[in-house]
Antibody, heavy 121, light 108 residues
Framework: HLVQSGAEVKKPGASVRLSCKAS????????ISWVRQAPGQGLEWMGW????????TYAQRFEGRVTMTTDTSTSTVYMKLRSLTSDDTAVYHC????????????????WGQGTLVSVSP | EIVLTQSPGTLSLSPGERATLSCRAS???????LAWYQQKPGQAPRLLIF???SRATGIPDRFSGSGSGTDFTLAISRLEPEDFAVYYC?????????FGGGTKVEIK
């Protein structure tokens, strides 16, 4: 249902743009969250975008550094993270709301396979 | 934000045994907006339970969720070899959604 772009290697200070392509459901009926997982760590919610109207809500710690967008013509969601540091090394997952029109507060099902972003000098 | 604390951090059990995992919230989670996920190494999390006690499609009935308010439990009645994994709880009652730190269920 959700297929993510491939692994990325970035230098500190750079930006990364990840994609998440949806299929087998009505794209605009569900929002998408991005959740990241640093090596050996737990899950951290980064933000959410409505595929219906592009409305976004971001976790406070990522405000000003993350941008989420959608392309309804290709059923794809993008997440751009700027000013990368080594602390941003993680697997980034996109995940669909479990219900239609959740508004950002929802359980997540299904999840994309994840994209590893490595940040190293 | 609502902080979720999972315990224990690691649970060492044998196949066939019962597992009981705890998730405690720093504030009441209204309408039981709590979910549980299973994650195996190198894989994405998989939804097990939503609404505190409703099993997701295709989840075996040996998995059950219970609780309300600030205390929630995931039980696995008889552990199968494929159940050894990390389990996370998530609250979606109040923004931002938050996850617990996880409980690892390992083979004893």
């Amino acid at each position: 249902h959700l297929v993510q772009s491939g692994a990325e290697v970035k230098k500190p200070g750079a930006s990364v743009r990840l994609s998440c392509k949806a299929s087998n459901y009505t794209f605009i009926s569900y929002g998408i969250s991005w959740v990241r997982q640093a090596p050996g760590q737990g899950l951290e919610w980064m933000g959410w975008i409505s595929a219906y109207n592009g409305y976004t809500t971001y976790a406070q710690r990522f405000e000003g550094r993350v941008t989420m967008t959608t392309d309804t013509s290709t059923s794809t969601v993008y997440m751009k993270l700027r000013s990368l540091t080594s602390d941003d090394t993680a697997v980034y997952h996109c995940a669909r709301d479990g219900l239609t029109y959740c508004g950002g507060d929802c359980y997540l099902n299904p999840w994309g396979q994840g994209t590893l972003v490595s940040v190293s000098p | 934000e609502i902080v979720l604390t999972q315990s224990p951090g690691t649970l060492s059990l044998s196949p066939g045994e019962r597992a009981t995992l705890s998730c405690r919230a720093s504030q009441s989670v209204s309408s039981n907006y709590l979910a549980w996920y299973q994650q195996k190494p190198g894989q994405a999390p998989r939804l097990l339970i939503f609404g505190a006690s409703s099993r997701a499609t295709g989840i075996p009935d040996r998995f059950s969720g219970s609780g309300s308010g600030t205390d929630f439990t995931l039980a696995i009645s008889r552990l199968e070899p494929e159940d050894f994994a990390v389990y996370y709880c998530q609250q979606y009652n109040r923004s931002p959604v938050t996850f617990g730190g996880g409980t690892k269920v390992e083979i004893k």
